[in-house]
Nanobody, 114 residues
Framework: QVQLVESGGGLVQPGGSLRLSCAAS????????MGWYRQAPGKQRELVAS???????NYADSVKGRFTISRDNAKKTVYLQMNSLKPEDTAVYYC????????WGQGTQVTVSS
């Protein structure tokens, strides 16, 4: 079993920045990819960014150039640095991990508003 705990969400003004963290624990040896999804009210959950164990990254077109995903293997943590935030980035952000099974974190709210 893998546990994922997100942190770092909050309220920020348009143009501001936030950094989300996702700490993994448990049976993480088989995890080969981790990422971030988001779900806005009334919308489907969508992929924001992902990173493989080899360091390859993938981003949604809507966040390219603004968001950066990274990982600290020693801390078993994945980060999402979000810059130039827009109101349309408002959503609950979920960390996920792919291994033998697929795992989700509990989500953290990000609200971009003036």
């Amino acid at each position: 079993q893998v546990q994922l705990v997100e942190s770092g969400g909050g309220l920020v003004q348009p143009g501001g920045s936030l950094r989300l963290s996702c700490a993994a624990s448990g049976s993480i040896a088989n995890i080969y990819k981790m990422g971030w999804y988001r779900q806005a009210p009334g919308k489907q959950r969508e992929l924001v960014a992902s990173i493989t164990s080899g360091g390859s990254t993938n981003y949604a077109d809507s966040v390219k150039g603004r968001f950066t995903i990274s990982r600290d293997n020693a801390k078993k943590t994945v980060y999402l640095q979000m810059n130039s935030l827009k109101p349309e980035d408002t959503a609950v952000y979920y960390c996920d991990a792919d291994g033998i099974y697929h795992y989700w974190g509990q989500g953290t709210q990000v609200t971009v508003s003036s």
